[in-house]
């Protein structure tokens, strides 16, 4: 880890590392053109490869040789198979996934608004907006190097206070075809109506677009590697989607009453996420930083996951030491970081001064990972400091507004001059016409 002295937010060198996957794009348009024509055959010929070997010139001749060489395999997940897994979950994990829904749905409950009405009876005019849940929303799942039950809570759940009218759920399968057991005893939980076995950016594609299999959905929400984030900016516009997430990231506050192991232990945990992931300690003493170093060497070591953590502390991760709580927090507000951790004596006086971040973690007894899958706030957050202007996945990300107006005659009267005058001065002579036919109409008003 970079370690260094940084008072003025303003001299704080760039620390994030850029996510490089030559020829992604490309790919990704490759991918989402062949599942528009191709359709399901297209989603079984691209589970047979990794995104990296569609790379480059032999993408049509890779395709095409999937293509025939595809098994005919179900691309819907059979609802039997669905319930089995929740039937075969050992009873400690089925308690404890239940426990973490029912936080989340408590949580998420808060969020939940109706429309409103603003009656203007003495100018003969009622005016509002509704609020509507989506119809159909898809959630996508990652599979690859582990499963991520926590991930379908987390999306699944505010789908489903939100009123969602149909929930989806993507997710790679596993070599005997089906997804793994814990994801689909999770969706069952939190009540996902029907599951696909298909990864990547072929998935998003496919809610994007529709297939024989796969319905088309309004909106895609989850995590994904660059290859599915890159599917869904590109599919933007036809289908709604939340966030373009990046690798994960962590900012620990802390001054001389942290516990050092723990510090270290909560940097680790975002580390082990991702080479690209960040992590970083903002501390006003120049003990604990030095007392946190040493914690960190110690821990690594024991993690099963030590070269991925190593590469992501080597990267983008800093120890950065500063004179006052005050500059930590504009510091940290610089980055913008998607888990804030403010162990601190006081974390409820510093709370005030944190402006951005996806989730804040507040005290010595609140590490990142009792967020990711127990407390109730969402885990879906923005990352590479777009918590600057986006928020964590919400209820609100699965409704939609509707506004509507009603004029009495009266009231159209007093304001249908001035509609024209607005329209002709935009020179839209057809809408000022559409106000002054109401005026001069035989038998009009």
Do not use: W
């Not at 760039?14 to 297209?42: C, F, H, K, M, Y």
């Not at 506050?253 to 680790?268: F, K, S």
């Not at 970081?337 to 974390?347: D, G, R």
């Amino acid at each position: 880890m970079r370690y260094m002295r940084v008072n003025d937010p303003s001299e704080l060198p760039p620390l994030r590392q850029e996510e490089q996957a030559e020829g992604a794009e490309v790919t990704v348009s490759r991918i989402i053109e062949a599942v528009r024509r191709d359709g399901d055959d297209a989603l079984r010929a691209f589970s047979a490869f990794d995104f990296p070997a569609l790379n480059g010139m032999n993408f049509d001749r890779l395709y095409d040789e999937a293509l025939r060489g595809a098994p005919a395999r179900a691309i819907e997940v059979p609802r039997a198979d669905i319930d089995a897994a929740l039937d075969g979950l050992d009873e400690d994990f089925k308690r404890v996934l239940k426990r973490a829904r029912d936080n989340i749905a408590a949580f998420h409950e808060h969020q939940k608004r109706g429309g409103f009405v603003c009656d203007k009876i003495d100018a003969g005019m009622v005016m509002g907006q509704r609020v509507i849940p989506l119809d159909r929303a898809a959630i996508y799942v990652p599979g690859g190097t582990a499963p991520y039950p926590s991930t379908v809570l987390m999306n699944a759940v505010p789908a489903k206070i939100a009123g969602v009218g149909e929930l989806y759920m993507a997710t790679p399968p596993g070599p005997d075809g089906l997804p793994s057991a814990d994801i689909l005893a999770a969706a069952a939980l939190a009540g996902v109506d029907r599951v696909f076995a298909v990864g990547g950016a072929q998935a998003v594609a496919a809610f994007a677009y529709g297939t024989r299999s796969v319905p088309k959905a309004d909106k895609i929400t989850g995590p994904g590697n660059i290859y599915v984030q890159t599917a869904k900016r590109m599919v933007y516009g036809r289908i709604d989607i939340d966030i373009i997430a990046g690798p994960s990231d962590i900012l620990i506050i802390a001054d001389n009453t942290a516990n050092p192991e723990y510090i270290a232990a909560d940097l680790l945990s975002q580390a082990e996420h991702d080479t690209l992931s960040q992590s970083v300690l903002v501390t006003v003493s120049e003990t604990l930083a030095e007392r946190v170093r040493i914690e960190i060497k110690a821990q690594l070591a024991q993690l099963p996951r030590r070269e991925i953590a190593a590469r992501a502390l080597a990267g983008g991760s800093a120890i950065i030491i500063t004179d006052t709580l005050e500059h930590a927090a504009e510091i940290s507000n610089r980055i913008a970081p998607e888990h804030l951790e403010l162990c601190i004596e006081e974390p409820f006086a510093l709370l005030s001064a944190i402006k951005h971040a996806g989730s804040v973690f507040l005290g010595h007894y609140t590490p990142e990972a009792l967020g990711d899958y127990m407390a109730g706030p969402n885990h879906t957050l923005p990352t590479e400091g777009s918590a600057r202007f986006f928020s964590p996945l919400s209820v609100d990300d699965f409704c939609k507004k509707s506004s509507f107006i009603y004029c009495r005659q009266d009231a159209f009267r007093a304001l249908a001059d001035d509609a024209a005058a607005v329209a002709r001065s935009e020179g839209f002579e057809a809408h000022a016409r559409s106000v002054t036919v109401r005026l001069t109409k035989e038998g009009g008003i």
